[in-house]
């Protein structure tokens, strides 16, 4: 499998932005993969592409160069396993386990400092593909 994405590696990236994001802020990335075509709005053809966006947001700059770069398009849903293991570490999921869409939301931190987090994962109308978005409320 194409996915070289170390789990100590992209969690320690990963709590860095959920934990960069102050008390009444809300951040957020969208990591959007497509399989097997370009995306919508693009006319050159692929076997895959990924964008990433984090509205400048330099902590979710660094969590999308990071999928970017070691995450695969075609299995994208290993990334969204991964991302709920980092922030929730006793979520475990059987390797057989598929995720092809959900709606996920996760407290991140402590009852006095932390996050509020929502994960979705499906199907990207607005470029097709899958879109794979990470919203996060400080607190």
């Known amino acids: 499998m194409a996915y070289a994405v170390?789990?100590?590696?992209?969690?320690?990236v990963l709590r860095s932005f959920v934990g960069a994001v102050k008390p009444a802020a809300v951040e957020s990335f969208t990591f959007r993969t497509s399989w097997g075509?370009?995306?919508?709005?693009?006319?050159?053809?692929?076997?895959?592409?990924?964008?990433?966006?984090?509205?400048?947001?330099?902590?979710?700059?660094?969590?999308?160069?990071?999928?970017?770069?070691?995450?695969?398009?075609?299995?994208?849903?290993?990334?969204v396993k991964?991302?709920?293991?980092?922030?929730?570490?006793?979520?475990?999921?059987?390797d057989q386990l598929t995720i092809d869409s959900g709606v996920f939301s996760i407290t991140y931190g402590t009852q006095e400092r932390g996050a509020l987090v929502d994960l979705t994962f499906n199907d990207d109308d607005k470029v097709g593909g899958k879109a794979f978005k990470l919203v996060v409320n400080g607190y």
Do not use: W
């Open 6 to 12: 170390q789990s100590s590696e992209f969690c320690a």
């Open 37 to 79: 075509a370009n995306f919508k709005d693009a006319s050159k053809e692929v076997l895959y592409a990924k964008r990433c966006e984090h509205a400048g947001y330099p902590a979710a700059k660094q969590v999308c160069a990071y999928l970017m770069e070691h995450a695969s398009a075609e299995f994208t849903r290993i990334s």
């Open 82 to 94: 991964k991302t709920i293991s980092c922030l929730s570490p006793n979520s475990k999921f059987d």
